[in-house]
C-alpha cells in the first residue's frame, strides 16, 4: 500500500470531524416504513416514468418507472407492496415530482426480484445498459447518472479509474463503513468500471481518518487487479472530483472540463460496491446505506435503508429529541436543510445530520469583509471569494464571471465556513451563477431565434 | 411528535467560529502589555494621551453611526483598536485636547467617510496621526525622555495645555534616537532600544513587548506573519548592505529594526487587514515596499521617521497589488491578470 501523507490539494479547511460516534458501528438494516414514498425526480436529468397503475400489487425490485431517455434512470420497488396512489410527492428543495405511495405488504418474505445478469464479459456498452438499467447514480450525493458518467467520450482515453472513498463531510460515516463491509462488492464493482473504461489502474483514494478501511481493502486487492490503495491527509473538500484528482494524480482538470480532459474517471465506492451488487443478479437499487447522526437522535448510525422511506418515519425509529430543530440531508459543509419532515429519502441521501433546539448554532453576527484573507487561504479553487463577495452586493454578476472566475466556483463552502464576518458567501456565489446561467441562455436563445 | 416547524440554513451549516470581533479584541489583548509598558515608561502623561485617545475614537464612531441611524458599531472593538494605536504613536506629553482631535479624525476621515470597518482605505490610526502631524508639527516632534523620577506623580503642563493655547514647550525634552542618529549623528546603544529604555512615542518604545504581541496574533491565526516578517526582513537587509558599505554614515541595522515606530507600525498598523493585500505574495510585495520605502524615508529623507508615511503609501498601493496580483486559478492556464 501506498501511503503518502504530502498528497493533497492545496487549500481547503479542517472542519471538526465528528465522525467517532458512528464510524465503529455496522450497518444495520432498517424496518420498512410502513408507507413509501417515492419521488421520480432523484436523480439529475428527466424524472423516471411511471410504467404502474394505482392498485397494482408489485414485487421486491420490480420496475416501477423507466428511464426518461438517456439522461435518466429508472426506478424500482424497495418493497413488495400495493400502489396506493401516484401522485406528486414533495422534495426537498421544496418543489414537487411525480411521486408512487406504496404499501408494503405486512410479514412478507421480501425477496428480491431477480433480473439479467449482466456479466464481466458483457460488452462496455452492456454493462453501461446494465448499470443504467440498475437505476444507479451517484451515491456519494451528486445522485448523476453513473452510465452517462462514465462514457469514455469519442477520441478520448482514461488511464486511470479513480475510486472515491474520501468522504471529507464531517458526520458521515458511510463510505467508510462500506469500504469495512462490502470489500467483495467494491472488487467486482471495480472489475465492471475496468471493462467500461479500460484503465491502466485503478487508484482507491481514502483520509487518513479511515486507516482501518486502507487495511482492510489492501488486505483484499484481487491480485489480477491493477488496483492501489492510497491514503491522504485529512482535508475538505477533498472528496470533490478535482481535488481528489490532485491529491492523487497531481494534475489539474482544465477550468469547465471533465475529469477525463487529464485521461481519469471517478467513482464513488458506494457506488461502485452497488455496481457490484446489483449488475451480476440483474436487480436495481432498493435502498442506500445512510449515516444518521447528530446530537438529535438517540440511536446514531449507520443505516440501510429502503429507497422512498419518509424521513418522519426515520427519525422516529431513531429515537429523534421532540424538539427537533434542524436536518440537514448530507454533511453539514455541503448539505441541504430539510424544510419538512414529509420529503423522503432518495438515492443521493448519504446522510441525515439532526440538532435539537438548544444545539443549532446560532447565527453570527453579519460584519463587513475585513479583507482578512481567511477565504482566499481557503478556496481550493484559488479564487478571491472577498472580491467575489463585494462584486455580489454590487450585483456586478458580469465582472464575476468574466474577471474573477465565477463559474469555477463549485460551492464547497470552505469560504463561508472560515469566514469571520459571517459573509453568506456562497449563498452569494450560487445566486449570481444561476443568474449569469439564465443570462448566458436568454442571450443563446436570442442569437438562435 | 415531530411536527414542528424547522430551522431552516443554507449550507455549509457550520462556521469555523472565528468571528471579526474575536479578532479585532485579541488585537486589543495583544496592545495591552504595550500601553501598560507606556504608563511604566512615561507616567501618568501616556496614560492620559492613550486613554483619550481610546475615548475619542470609540465617542466618535458611536456619535457617527447614531447620526448617520445606524447601529453602533462599537462593539466590533476595532475603534478601540484605532484609538489605542494612535494613542501609542503620539509624544507622552502630547497636548491631550490634540490627541481627542486626532481621534476624532482618525475616525471621521480615516474611517467613517470610506463607509467604515473593511471600507477604509488606509489604517484609521495613522490617518489621524498624519493629520496631528502637519497640523501640530511642533507638538508631536516634542519628546520628552522616560522613566523619569516624578512620572507618576507630576502632569506635564503640555498634556494639560487648553486648546489653541500659546504652546507649551515644556522644559524638558528628549530627543529620540532616530532624530539623535540623523541631526547630531549619536547612536544609541541598541540594548536600551530593545529593551525600550528610550525616549519616544508613548508606546513604540518597547520592541520586545510589541513583537510578543504580534507572536500571539499570529500564534492565534489573528495576523498575517508575512507582513511584519517581510517589513522587518526588508529593512534589516537593505540597511544591513548599506551599513557594511559605509558604517559611519550609516546607521547599524539592528537600530534600523529597533528604533521610532517600526516595531509598532509592522506589527500592528501595516497589519490591519483592511489595508493590506489579500493573496501571499501581494502580502511579500506590499511588506517589502514598506520596509524599503522605510529605510529610504529615515537615510535620505528629510524626516527622521518614515514608518508612518511608508504604511499610509502601502495602504494606498494595496487595490493595485490585488488587482494585478491574482493567483493562478485552478485549472486554468495562467493568472487573469
Ligand atoms: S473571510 Fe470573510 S472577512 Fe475575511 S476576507 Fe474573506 S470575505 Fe472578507
Ligand atoms: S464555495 Fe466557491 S469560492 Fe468558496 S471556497 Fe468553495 S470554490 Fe472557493
Known amino acids: ?449 | 411528535m415531530l411536527s414542528k416547524t424547522l430551522h431552516i440554513s443554507t449550507s455549509p451549516h457550520i462556521n469555523k467560529g472565528v468571528s471579526t470581533d474575536m479578532i479585532m479584541k485579541n488585537v486589543v489583548y495583544a496592545l495591552i502589555p504595550v500601553a501598560l509598558f507606556s504608563v511604566y515608561a512615561f507616567g501618568i502623561n501616556a496614560f492620559l494621551v492613550v486613554n483619550t485617545s481610546v475615548i475619542a475614537c470609540v465617542f466618535t464612531e458611536h456619535l457617527l453611526c447614531r447620526w448617520s441611524n445606524q447601529e453602533s458599531t462599537i462593539s466590533d472593538w476595532s475603534a478601540i483598536i484605532t484609538g489605542l494605536l494612535l494613542g501609542l504613536t503620539l509624544p507622552p506629553i502630547f497636548p491631550l485636547w490634540m490627541t481627542f482631535l486626532g481621534g476624532v479624525m482618525a475616525i471621521a476621515l480615516g474611517k467613517f467617510v470610506f463607509g467604515g470597518l473593511g471600507y477604509n482605505a488606509f489604517n484609521p490610526a495613522l490617518v489621524g496621526r498624519a493629520i496631528l502631524q502637519a497640523a501640530f508639527p511642533v507638538a508631536i516632534t516634542t519628546w520628552h525622555p522616560s522613566f523619569l523620577e516624578d512620572r507618576f506623580v507630576s502632569i506635564s503642563n503640555a498634556v494639560l495645555a487648553f486648546p489653541f493655547a500659546k504652546p507649551i514647550v515644556d522644559g524638558i525634552s528628549g530627543a529620540t534616537p532616530l532624530s539623535a542618529f540623523k541631526f547630531d549623528h549619536v547612536a544609541t546603544d541598541s540594548t536600551d532600544l530593545a529593551l525600550g529604555l528610550i525616549s519616544g512615542s508613548t508606546g513604540e518604545t518597547c520592541s520586545w513587548l510589541i513583537a510578543l504581541g504580534g507572536v500571539y496574533l499570529i500564534y492565534k491565526k489573528m495576523m498575517n506573519w508575512r507582513i511584519p516578517v517581510t517589513i522587518l526582513t526588508s529593512v534589516f537587509v537593505l540597511s544591513g548592505i548599506l551599513y557594511l558599505f559605509d558604517n559611519q554614515i550609516y546607521p547599524s541595522p539592528m537600530f534600523m529594526l529597533f528604533s521610532g515606530g517600526l516595531m509598532l507600525g509592522a506589527v500592528f498598523m501595516a497589519t490591519d487587514m483592511v489595508g493590506s493585500p489579500i493573496t501571499p505574495l501581494g502580502i511579500v510585495i506590499y511588506g517589502i515596499f514598506i520596509g524599503v520605502l522605510v529605510v529610504v524615508i529615515r537615510i535620505w529623507g528629510g524626516l527622521p521617521e518614515g514608518v508612518m508615511y511608508a504604511i499610509l503609501l502601502g495602504n494606498a498601493l494595496t487595490p493595485q497589488i490585488d488587482s494585478i496580483i491574482r493567483p493562478k486559478v485552478y485549472g486554468t492556464k495562467k493568472a487573469m491578470l
Open chain 1, 1 to 449: 500500500m501506498l501511503t503518502s501523507l504530502k498528497n493533497s490539494f492545496k487549500h481547503g479547511v479542517h472542519p471538526p470531524e465528528n465522525k467517532e460516534e458512528t464510524n465503529g458501528l455496522p450497518i444495520r438494516q432498517f424496518p420498512f416504513a410502513p408507507l413509501i414514498i417515492l419521488p421520480m425526480q432523484q436523480h439529475i436529468g428527466n424524472p423516471s416514468q411511471i410504467i404502474v397503475k394505482e392498485g397494482q400489487e408489485v414485487s421486491r425490485g420490480q420496475l416501477l418507472a423507466k428511464a426518461n431517455g438517456y439522461m435518466s434512470v429508472p426506478m424500482h420497488s424497495p418493497v413488495s407492496g400495493n400502489i396506493r396512489k401516484i401522485a406528486d410527492v414533495l422534495l426537498i428543495s421544496g418543489q414537487t415530482s411525480p411521486g408512487i405511495y406504496l404499501e408494503p405488504f405486512p410479514y412478507s418474505g421480501q425477496e428480491v426480484v431477480v433480473g439479467k445478469p449482466i456479466s464481466l464479459d458483457a460488452s462496455p456498452e452492456e454493462i453501461l445498459k446494465g448499470i443504467q438499467d440498475a437505476g444507479i447514480v451517484g451515491l456519494g450525493g451528486a445522485a448523476f447518472p453513473t452510465h452517462v458518467k462514465l462514457k469514455i467520450p469519442e477520441g478520448k482515453t482514461c488511464d486511470h479509474l479513480i475510486i472515491n472513498g474520501i468522504e471529507c463531510e464531517p458526520y458521515l460515516t458511510t463510505d467508510h463503513r462500506v469500504m469495512l463491509e462490502q470489500a467483495d462488492d467494491i472488487f467486482t464493482g471495480i472489475r465492471y468500471l475496468l471493462r467500461v473504461t479500460d484503465a491502466k489502474e485503478v487508484i482507491i483514494g481514502i483520509e487518513a481518518n479511515k486507516q482501518d478501511a486502507a487495511d482492510h481493502l489492501t488486505s483484499k486487492v484481487p491480485t489480477d487487479l491493477p488496483v492501489k490503495v492510497q491514503v491522504v491527509p485529512v482535508k475538505y473538500p477533498q472528496g470533490a472530483e478535482k481535488m481528489l484528482i490532485t491529491a492523487l494524480l497531481g494534475k489539474e482538470v482544465p477550468s469547465g472540463g471533465l475529469p477525463i480532459e487529464v485521461n481519469a474517471v471517478v467513482v464513488n465506492v458506494a457506488t461502485t460496491a452497488e455496481i457490484g451488487r446489483l449488475l451480476p443478479h440483474g436487480q436495481g437499487i432498493q435502498e442506500r446505506v445512510i449515516t444518521i447522526t447528530g446530537p438529535g437522535v438517540k440511536k446514531k448510525g449507520n443505516y440501510l435503508i429502503p429507497i422512498g422511506t419518509p424521513l418522519r418515519y426515520v427519525l422516529e425509529q431513531v429515537g429523534a429529541v421532540d424538539n427537533i430543530s434542524e436536518v440537514y440531508m448530507g454533511g453539514p459543509m455541503m448539505g441541504v436543510s430539510a424544510s419538512s419532515l414529509d420529503i423522503s429519502i432518495v438515492k443521493g441521501t448519504s446522510g441525515i445530520v439532526v440538532f435539537g433546539d438548544n444545539e443549532v448554532r446560532k447565527v453570527g453576527k453579519i460584519y463587513p469583509c475585513i479583507k482578512c484573507s481567511a477565504c482566499v487561504d481557503a478556496c481550493p479553487i484559488f479564487l478571491n471569494p472577498s472580491k467575489l463577495g463585494i462584486l455580489a452586493k454590487f450585483e456586478a454578476y458580469d465582472t464575476m464571471a468574466d474577471e474573477y472566475n465565477l463559474m469555477d466556483c463549485f460551492e464547497c463552502g470552505s469560504c463561508s465556513y472560515v469566514c469571520p464576518s459571517n459573509i453568506p458567501l456562497v449563498q452569494y456565489f450560487r445566486l449570481s451563477k444561476a443568474l449569469v446561467r439564465k443570462k448566458k441562455s436568454a442571450k443563446q436563445q436570442k442569437s438562435n431565434a
